[in-house]
């Protein structure tokens, strides 16, 4: 059995936004819908000011807050790790979206597509779901016949690796290994951070993340 | 498109089941997409490149359609370039918006008042422009009508032909204000030879384990161009190369590659190159062979350079002394070959070519030219290349000679005119001098694609030259206000996915490239347009009658005056494969031996002295100052600091941002989310002292008026400067500067201004 996992280089994004538009694109999802983000972080003066960026997404838990939070079992963890979606059981309460604690579901409220009443071909299916919560899935569908998720195929920076973390044999394994690259304890999620970006700035834990969100509330 | 209504497009499945089925979407690898499930037709596949950015060559594309429909862009594999961008995979939104330009349109009320639009014919449309075109030609002359390409370049070379065909030797490009200025401090340097200096001017990528020095200046290639940049950190960490970024921004390249960053003030750029070249010099750590034997004027050059010491460069370009230091001694301590990379910021100051030059030097004064790892130019390069066709097929080098004396550029910017290499199949009309052409009725007409007032400083003076032509007929993919508003006529233009033309080239591999879907509404492939226009000129040999096979009949003739050998019969059965044309020899280096760097095929170069010129012979016959001069910006806190009181912060725009190429994609979803508004980002102190927090609405003033933006607050930018993307219709960055050119160029200096930032 695989374990998936997906390595993060920070030290390599170069902040283009790639890996939002190709998930879009791949999933239609409707607008304000983002499984992934780019965001910019700061630090430093001129002149040696810097600018990074997070790449905030699921972080595939492996004990998820959002799996034991949702009422119906429509979020569930797939046995290679994946938290997933069954969207004819979701009932859109929302309770998911309130404990994960990387603020990486989307309750899927407004019935809108990209161009206001025009349903492109790749929105299709997308637009059919409203009233349910969306999120990143790692790609499965695709992963399962060995694909690799979207947001890692389209990414000029080559900055995200995905592979099972179990087979020393596989690319992220051994990416893993040569770049020291750091597991974001209980998730599915491993990073390389340039030398110098600030321990703030760096993914934490589901726990730390959490108490930090209730804080900032 | 009417036909992409919800109502209309057939909903082929519901989300079923679990999230294994749902998510199996996917027609990248081979399983089941459940939306296409239950549809009995088969996958299509179509091979083509994207054209959402200008850089060439282009990057390679997959598309993959069911129904007609296009539901995925792929990487198409088979191409250099391979990684596609965000930009590039939201072109899949742009080909389906509603608000696309789908048919002819003649304007009802007079220009200079909002459109209002009336759809005619093909045929009408194609008549009028004949009736006006040929009616200006009889009574004025064929050179009063101007013919210009924007965005995409892709249809110049059947522009060209148009015009030069129809007797007009002015025709022009966007490039006159982006990468010719390039060209022409590389023909400065090297003669008046296109193939030549546009290949210099392009500048190379280093070679791991060959290049000692890499200088990335004023460019951004993790944003202009993503697809190269992991090449570039691979070469990087494989390679024993140093990589120097000079800007004035904090960019991904500079966090990327950068073992030093200089971030100079903007327009200071030509100090620091005299300070490198003063360096090298002093610690004799130059060429001194190839200078001796191939170079002219390295004694008043080396005299010149002599005032950039490190102290006195440190303090015109605002930065440490130290950053200045350890660039110094990676150039002296890691020798040749050097590298340099640029794109076209700086031309954007008033002593743009001139800047360059003391940067291009660099190449022959370390003799990094023509050498492994070093600016090396192309073995047997093709008589072709992807914009401007053939020099046979865009008429440049049969007509463009005998038109020469009617180009009305001349008087305005006579080094530019000067330097066009016909025989290379160069034809450029400096453009920036619009208004003053039609003002004094050299130009009456225009035969326009893809163009936009607002990519000149003082718009409202190109929108009134527009407005004051007798006749202008634009072709564009949507009714664009700030430019169509001043119009006679609109063309529909098919994207880049609905046309075949034109052909790509990656160094000697040639593509085709396949239309994806049929254009959308009454849209015509740019090429067929001109055609069409030809035709109806009354050129039917010339253009093969139009219609619909004038793309395929623009290639054939492409192909059959590059001497490449490939016809389009053998491209089609390879395609989707390139077919690369071969060597005749082995590759050679140091071709300036051999003849290459002449067209009469001696060794040597195309100056007035046969030789590299550090000073130019032909800068001096116009009595211009032949030495690579720094000056200081126009508008400077050093050059006018009377202006800079009230005026303290130095407004830098045209630089790129990942999600937009110039004023392009605005209308994208997916990529306005990214930047929905007009921003202008101050540093952390500029902000505070201005009371200004990132979003706040801000006021954007210099002596020529005031715009609106978003602030944004980052530290990727100096103190003393903004960084004003440009291409907004609400917040035109090019109302507020000044129409100030390079007298060399005839650039426009969109990165000299003086502004004031505050808080509404």
């Known amino acids: ?217 | 498109m009417p036909n992409i209504s919800r109502r209309t497009f057939l909903k082929l499945a519901t989300a079923t089941g679990a999230g294994a089925a749902v998510l199996g979407s996917n027609v990248l690898f081979q399983s089941a997409d459940p939306a296409l499930a239950e549809s009995t037709s088969p996958e299509v596949v179509r091979y083509t490149h994207c054209v959402q950015c200008n850089h060439g060559p282009k990057c390679g594309m997959k598309l993959i359609l069911k129904d007609d429909k296009l539901y995925r862009i792929e990487k198409r594999g088979n191409y250099n370039n391979n990684l596609i961008c965000a930009k590039g995979v939201a072109a899949i939104q742009e080909i389906y918006d509603p608000e696309r330009l789908l048919y002819p349109m003649k304007r009802t009320n007079p220009k200079g008042e909002p459109g209002q639009w009336e759809r005619i014919s093909w045929d009408e449309a194609l008549s009028t422009i004949a009736e006006k075109l040929n009616s200006i030609k009889e009574k004025h002359g064929a050179e009063k009508v101007a013919f210009i390409t924007g965005d995409p370049k892709e249809p110049r070379s059947a522009l060209m032909r148009l015009a030069y065909a129809f007797g007009s030797p002015n025709f022009g490009t966007e490039s006159s204000t982006c990468f010719l200025a390039t060209e022409l401090a590389n023909k400065l340097i090297y003669g008046p030879y296109h193939k030549v200096a546009s290949k210099v001017a392009t500048g190379a990528n280093p070679v791991p384990d060959k290049t000692k020095v890499a200088i990335f200046w004023g460019t951004n290639p993790a944003w202009s161009a993503p697809f190269s940049m992991s090449g570039l950190r691979n070469a990087k960490e494989k390679g024993q190369c140093k990589y120097i970024v000079v800007d004035p921004r904090v960019t991904p390249t500079v966090h990327s590659l950068a073992d030093v960053h200089i971030q100079l003030r903007p327009g200071t750029d030509g100090a620091l190159a005299l300070c490198f070249a003063n360096s090298l010099i002093e610690a004799g750590a130059y060429d001194k062979e190839f200078v001796e034997k191939w170079t002219h004027g390295f004694e008043e050059y080396a005299d010149y350079c002599k005032e950039f010491t490190v102290e006195k460069t440190a303090e015109i370009c605002d930065v440490p002394q130290e950053h200045i230091q350890k660039a110094v001694d990676i150039l002296v301590t890691q020798g040749a070959p050097l590298v340099c990379k640029t794109a076209a910021a700086w031309p954007h100051h008033v002593n743009g070519v001139n800047s360059f030059r003391a940067m291009w030097s660099l190449i022959p004064l370390t003799g990094s030219l023509d050498v492994p790892g070093g600016v090396s130019l192309p073995p047997e390069p093709m008589d072709f290349d992807q914009w401007s066709g053939t020099p046979t097929f865009n008429y440049a080098r049969e007509k463009l000679p005998a038109l020469d004396d009617k180009r009305v550029d001349r008087k305005y910017f006579p080094v530019w005119a000067d330097m066009e290499d016909y025989h290379g199949g160069q034809g450029n009309l400096q453009l920036n001098p619009l208004p003053e052409y039609v003002r004094d009725g050299d130009i009456l007409a225009c035969v326009a694609l893809g163009t936009n007032a607002m990519m000149w400083p003082q718009t409202q003076e190109y929108q009134k030259a527009f407005q004051d032509m007798e006749f202008i007929v634009t072709a564009d993919f949507y009714i664009r206000p700030q430019t169509h508003d001043y119009v006679d006529m609109l063309l529909p233009a098919a994207m880049s996915f609905e046309r075949s033309c034109p052909l790509t080239v990656y160094g000697r591999k040639l593509f085709l490239r396949e239309p994806a879907m049929e254009p959308a509404g009454e849209a015509r492939p740019d090429y067929r347009i001109c055609c069409d226009i030809g035709v109806a000129l009354g050129f039917e040999e010339e253009f093969w009658g139009g219609g619909e096979k004038a793309e395929e009949n623009c290639m054939r003739e492409i192909l059959k005056t590059s001497g490449c050998g490939v016809s389009y019969e053998e491209l089609q059965a390879a395609s989707p494969e390139g077919i690369t044309v071969p060597l005749k020899g082995e590759p050679q280096i140091k071709k300036y031996e051999t003849g290459y760097f002449r067209r009469d095929g001696q060794p040597g170069f195309e100056t007035p002295t046969g030789k590299v010129e550090f000073i130019s012979e032909i800068l001096r016959g116009y009595d211009l100052d032949p030495r690579p001069v720094y000056l200081e910006p126009t508008w400077s806190p050093v050059s006018t600091p009377e202006v800079a009181k009230n005026y303290p912060l130095i407004l830098n725009t045209g630089s790129r941002v990942p999600m937009y190429t110039h004023s392009k994609q605005r209308n994208v979803p997916w990529l306005r989310a990214l930047m929905p508004d007009p921003i202008c980002r101050l540093s952390p102190k500029a902000a505070r002292e201005r009371g200004i927090e990132t979003g706040d609405d801000v006021e954007l003033s210099t002596e020529l008026g005031s715009i609106r933006a978003k602030a944004e607050v980052t530290n990727i930018v100096r103190d003393d400067t903004i960084d004003m993307f440009h291409g907004w219709e609400q917040a035109n960055v090019n109302l507020v500067h000044a129409r100030d050119f390079d007298p060399i160029s005839g650039f426009p200096s969109y990165k000299e201004g003086l502004c004031q930032v505050t808080k509404v």
């Open chain 1, 1 to 217: 059995m695989a374990t998936y996992g997906m390595v993060l280089n920070l030290d390599h994004c170069m902040g283009c936004y790639t890996c939002v538009v190709a998930c879009k694109m791949f999933y239609g999802t409707r607008p304000g819908v983002d499984y992934n983000g780019v965001v910019p972080v700061e630090w430093g003066e001129f002149p040696d000011a810097k600018q990074r960026y997070q790449l905030p997404m699921c972080m595939h838990c492996i004990d998820a807050p959002c799996v034991k939070a949702c009422p119906v079992g429509a979020t569930y963890a797939s046995e290679e790790g994946v938290v997933l979606m069954d969207y004819d059981k979701c009932i859109g309460c929302g309770d998911c979206v309130t404990a994960c604690p990387y603020d990486a579901r989307t309750l899927v409220t407004d019935d809108v597509t990209s161009f206001p009443g025009v349903v492109l071909p790749n929105e299709e299916e997308a637009s059919d779901r409203l009233n349910i919560v969306e999120k990143c899935t790692f790609c499965y569908g695709a992963v399962k016949d060995g694909g690799t998720p979207m947001c890692a195929v389209h990414c000029p920076g080559q900055c995200r690796v995905f592979g099972d973390v179990d087979d020393p044999e596989s690319e992220i394994s051994k990416y893993i290994a040569e770049r020291n690259a750091v597991r974001v304890e209980g998730t599915h999620i491993w990073y390389v951070a340039p030398a110098d970006m600030p321990d703030e700035f760096l993914p934490k834990d589901p726990v730390t993340t959490y108490l930090a969100k209730l804080n900032a509330k």
